[in-house]
């Protein structure tokens, strides 16, 4: 017998690589937690897959925050169900988990609503998911919602190099999770829990393994990302500002963004850094929900109207440059038509660049399901008509104003048209430009030249 000889049964058989495919609703969290948890399972041997029909893992990243969000993902099992029932008669096997914060809310009402689920997954016990996975393979129907003790960050994997390449030139990064501020309409903080900050020295690691990865641009996450708060090298405790200003100094990285904020946490730190970052993008998400004393007192916002236009005031007179966004939230319980045109009038008041806004969408255990005086929902569509209509018309007028501004654009991916490239502007608009030999993962200076209702237009110079 030679060296050379193999005996049949020492030949590995092509093992097919096992294939995982996350769906992602609702916000940028659940954009980083689900590539944190494809790479939790990539040390198990799965690759992530975009077609379904592919996968042996299916994850719902679900989001409770509005009830259509949360009913979306009854309908998405339904048809997993027959799909799982059609590979079960193939012979193959298709397990499907849901993860994020409907799994947190509903737990136990999903695995009874939904038989085809094998398991369930809240938003905080993902480094359990792997462990998870094999027991539900062992025909175990699994549950995972409380809040673990122990910190999910420090287990789960950092980015991995490779796919941080795949999936782009920007990232986003959660520096902090769970909210404490217990606003009446919402469900984040039973579903995220109470308000954590990551330590400064893994943030900054993974900003760094970002960069390797070839990440120019980061995005700060957290629920209430200013109420970051944290302990400098130096002993000294840290805000976000102070985070924001040791970030800036990582080589390579660009640009950097954070989001969102609450009014009550932009600290004169946070609000100079926007003045003495050259990094950090003119660009503040801050929702306000309602420009009515009386609705945000209801909601628990903690602030005044005037509070919120006076902060926002403070922060252009450092940065005129900035861009503002906002949420806003119509029909709250015992929301008046006077109390709306307060919320119209704030709009005028401030001029937003963007901003997103909802019919107030009643969730249960929340103070405001409990509330008297809900509003019709007739009259919310009416309201939102109108408020949308409004918004829309300031961001159509701030995208008109961009016109004939010279610009740094990072390039972030191929456009529609062949040699033409997308980046986004400072203030998070995407923008069209000829690729001219430049690349993506560039800074080029642009001037832009025409605004189309969703992206503007640029041209390349010198
Ligand atoms: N109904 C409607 N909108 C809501 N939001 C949060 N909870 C609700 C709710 N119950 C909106 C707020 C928040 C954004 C993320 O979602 O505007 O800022
Ligand atoms: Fe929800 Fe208010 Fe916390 Fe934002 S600040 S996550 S709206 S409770």
């Given at each position: 017998?030679?060296?050379?000889?193999?005996?049949?049964?020492?030949?590995?058989?092509?093992?097919?690589?096992?294939?995982?495919?996350?769906?992602?609703?609702?916000?940028?969290m659940?954009v980083?937690?689900?590539?944190?948890?494809?790479?939790?399972?990539?040390?198990?041997?799965?690759?992530?897959?975009?077609?379904?029909?592919?996968?042996?893992?299916v994850?719902?990243?679900?989001?409770?925050?509005?009830?259509?969000?949360a009913?979306?993902?009854?309908?998405?099992?339904?048809?997993?169900?027959?799909?799982?029932k059609?590979?079960?008669?193939?012979?193959?096997?298709?397990?499907?988990?849901?993860?994020?914060?409907?799994?947190?809310?509903?737990?136990?009402?999903?695995?009874?609503?939904?038989?085809?689920?094998?398991?369930?997954?809240?938003?905080?016990?993902?480094?359990?998911?792997?462990?998870?996975?094999?027991?539900?393979?062992?025909?175990?129907r699994?549950?995972?919602?409380?809040?673990?003790?122990?910190?999910?960050?420090?287990?789960?994997?950092?980015?991995?190099?490779?796919?941080?390449?795949?999936?782009?030139?920007?990232?986003?990064?959660?520096?902090?999770?769970?909210?404490?501020?217990?606003?009446?309409?919402?469900v984040?903080?039973?579903?995220?829990?109470?308000?954590?900050?990551?330590?400064?020295?893994?943030?900054?690691?993974?900003?760094e393994?970002?960069?390797?990865?070839?990440?120019?641009?980061?995005?700060?996450l957290?629920?209430?990302v200013?109420?970051w708060?944290?302990?400098?090298?130096?002993?000294?405790?840290?805000?976000?500002g102070?985070?924001?200003?040791?970030?800036?100094?990582?080589?390579?990285l660009?640009?950097?963004?954070?989001?969102?904020?609450?009014?009550?946490?932009?600290?004169d730190?946070?609000?100079?850094?926007?003045?003495?970052?050259?990094?950090?993008?003119?660009?503040?998400?801050?929702?306000?929900?309602?420009?009515?004393?009386?609705?945000?007192?209801?909601?628990?916002?903690?602030?005044?109207?005037?509070?919120?236009?006076?902060?926002?005031?403070?922060?252009?007179?450092?940065?005129?440059?900035?861009a503002?966004?906002?949420?806003?939230?119509?029909?709250?319980?015992?929301?008046?038509?006077?109390?709306?045109?307060?919320?119209?009038?704030?709009?005028?008041?401030?001029?937003?660049?963007?901003?997103?806004?909802?019919?107030?969408?009643?969730?249960?255990?929340?103070?405001?399901?409990?509330?008297q005086?809900?509003?019709?929902?007739?009259?919310?569509?009416?309201?939102?008509?109108?408020?949308?209509?409004?918004?829309?018309?300031?961001?159509?007028?701030?995208?008109?104003?961009?016109?004939?501004?010279?610009?740094?654009?990072?390039?972030?991916?191929?456009?529609?048209?062949?040699?033409?490239?997308?980046?986004?502007?400072?203030w998070?608009?995407?923008?069209?430009?000829?690729?001219n030999?430049?690349?993506?993962?560039?800074?080029i200076?642009?001037?832009?030249?025409?605004?189309?209702?969703?992206?503007?237009?640029?041209?390349?110079?010198?």
């Amino acid at each position: 017998m030679s060296e050379q000889t193999v005996f049949l049964d020492d030949v590995a058989a092509p093992v097919r690589a096992r294939k995982v495919f996350v769906k992602t609703y609702g916000c940028q969290m659940n954009v980083y937690d689900s590539d944190r948890m494809t790479d939790a399972l990539s040390k198990d041997g799965y690759e992530a897959t975009d077609r379904v029909e592919d996968a042996d893992l299916v994850l719902l990243n679900t989001c409770h925050i509005r009830e259509k969000a949360a009913e979306k993902v009854y309908s998405e099992l339904g048809r997993l169900r027959e799909m799982k029932k059609a590979r079960a008669r193939d012979g193959r096997e298709m397990v499907i988990g849901v993860t994020g914060c409907v799994a947190q809310a509903e737990g136990k009402e999903i695995l009874r609503r939904a038989p085809a689920v094998d398991l369930v997954i809240g938003p905080q016990t993902y480094h359990r998911l792997p462990d998870a996975l094999r027991r539900a393979k062992g025909g175990e129907r699994v549950i995972e919602t409380d809040y673990a003790i122990e910190d999910k960050f420090e287990h789960l994997p950092a980015p991995d190099k490779a796919r941080t390449r795949q999936r782009g030139v920007t990232a986003f990064l959660t520096v902090q999770e769970g909210c404490d501020k217990f606003c009446t309409f919402c469900v984040v903080p039973y579903t995220r829990g109470a308000e954590v900050s990551r330590p400064v020295s893994q943030i900054l690691a993974e900003a760094e393994k970002l960069v390797e990865g070839g990440v120019r641009e980061v995005t700060l996450l957290g629920q209430n990302v200013n109420a970051w708060h944290g302990e400098g090298p130096d002993g000294r405790p840290w805000g976000l500002g102070d985070l924001l200003r040791r970030l800036s100094e990582v080589e390579g990285l660009a640009r950097l963004r954070y989001t969102t904020s609450h009014p009550r946490d932009m600290d004169d730190s946070l609000i100079a850094a926007h003045r003495d970052l050259p990094k950090l993008m003119p660009y503040l998400h801050l929702p306000v929900q309602s420009g009515s004393d009386r609705i945000l007192k209801a909601m628990n916002r903690r602030h005044t109207a005037a509070e919120y236009i006076a902060l926002i005031e403070r922060v252009r007179a450092v940065q005129p440059d900035l861009a503002i966004s906002g949420d806003f939230i119509v029909g709250f319980p015992g929301e008046s038509d006077e109390d709306f045109e307060a919320t119209m009038r704030l709009v005028g008041t401030v001029g937003y660049a963007q901003a997103f806004s909802f019919k107030y969408s009643v969730r249960p255990g929340t103070p405001g399901a409990d509330m008297q005086n809900h509003v019709e929902e007739a009259v919310k569509a009416e309201r939102l008509e109108r408020l949308q209509s409004l918004l829309f018309t300031q961001q159509r007028d701030f995208a008109a104003r961009c016109v004939g501004k010279t610009i740094d654009l990072l390039l972030e991916k191929p456009g529609r048209m062949p040699d033409q490239l997308v980046g986004r502007s400072p203030w998070l608009q995407p923008v069209n430009v000829g690729a001219n030999g430049s690349e993506i993962g560039d800074i080029i200076k642009v001037r832009i030249t025409d605004a189309g209702p969703n992206s503007l237009f640029a041209e390349a110079i010198g």
